[in-house]
C-alpha cells in the first residue's frame, strides 16, 4: 500500500536545529515534497527532492534517499516564526498529480 | 499577484443541501486539484484535472463531483452534503505534477 509516516509533534528551542524525518512506501517515485503549514492556512512549499541528497536552502535543508524511502527536512536558527506543521509529500508516477501526504509533523518552538 | 482563490472560506450548511465550493488560479496553470484535510489525516486527494474537460478520481471522491470548463476555474459540488464531508478543504494548482502546488486559502466547512 501506500504510506507515509512523520513524528506527529515535536518540540525545539529558538536558536537550536531541528530535523523532522519522513519515510515512506508508495507504488511509484516522481520526487518528495515538503510544506509548511500555519494554524488555519494553506500550506506554502519548502523544497523539492528527486535526486538522492542534500539541497539547502537559506535556514531550511531537504535530504532525500530513494534507496531507503527517506527523507528529513532540517531547520536551522530555529526562530518562533517556524511555529507551525510540516508536511512530507510524495508524487506518485503512477498517477498525474497525484501527490500523497504524510499527516504532518507540529514542531512548536519555544523560547 | 500569483494566487488561487477560494470561495466562501468558511460555511455552514444542513444534511441534503447542494453546495459549491469555487476555486480559480491566475497562473495559468493547468493542473488543479482538491484536498480535505482531517485532523491526523493529512491532506487527502479528492479530484484533480490535467486540463481543461480531463479530470480523475483521487483517493476519497465518494460524495463530490468537480468539472473543469475553463483553465482558471476547477469549482467542488456537493450534490447532497452529509456530515462526515464536515472539513477544511484545499485548492491547489500547479504547471505540472512534478512542480510545486500553490495553494488556496481554505474553505472550512461545517454540515450539521
Known amino acids: 500500500g501506500q504510506n507515509i509516516d512523520q513524528p506527529t509533534e515535536m518540540t525545539a528551542t529558538e536558536g537550536a536545529i531541528v530535523q523532522i524525518n519522513c519515510t515512506y512506501q508508495?507504488?511509484?517515485?516522481?520526487?518528495l515534497f515538503w510544506y509548511q503549514q500555519h494554524a488555519g492556512e494553506a500550506p506554502t512549499f519548502l523544497s523539492y527532492?528527486?535526486?538522492?541528497g542534500l539541497e539547502e536552502k537559506g535556514r531550511f535543508s531537504s535530504f532525500l534517499s530513494r534507496s531507503k524511502g527517506y527523507s528529513y527536512l532540517l531547520l536551522k536558527e530555529l526562530q518562533m516564526k517556524d511555529s507551525a506543521s510540516y508536511l512530507c509529500a510524495v508524487s506518485d508516477s503512477g498517477g498525474y498529480n497525484k501527490l500523497i501526504f504524510g499527516a504532518g509533523t507540529r514542531l512548536a518552538v519555544h523560547p | 499577484e500569483a494566487q488561487v482563490t477560494q470561495n466562501p472560506r468558511y460555511l455552514i450548511t444542513v444534511t441534503g443541501k447542494k453546495l459549491t465550493v469555487t476555486c480559480s488560479q491566475n497562473m495559468n496553470h493547468e493542473y488543479m486539484s482538491w484536498y480535505r484535510q482531517d485532523p491526523g489525516l493529512g491532506l487527502r486527494q479528492i479530484y484533480y484535472s490535467m486540463n481543461v474537460e480531463v479530470t480523475d478520481k483521487g483517493d476519497v471522491p465518494e460524495g463530490y463531483k468537480v468539472s473543469r470548463k475553463e483553465k482558471r476555474n476547477f469549482p467542488l459540488i456537493l450534490e447532497s452534503p452529509s456530515p462526515n464531508q464536515t472539513s477544511l478543504y484545499f485548492c491547489?494548482?500547479?504547471?505540472?505534477?512534478?512542480?510545486?502546488?500553490?495553494f488556496g486559502q481554505g474553505t472550512r466547512l461545517t454540515v450539521v
Open positions: 491547489a494548482s500547479s504547471w505540472d505534477r512534478v512542480l510545486e502546488a500553490f
Open positions: 527532492n528527486v535526486l538522492d
Open positions: 508508495t507504488s511509484g517515485f516522481n520526487g
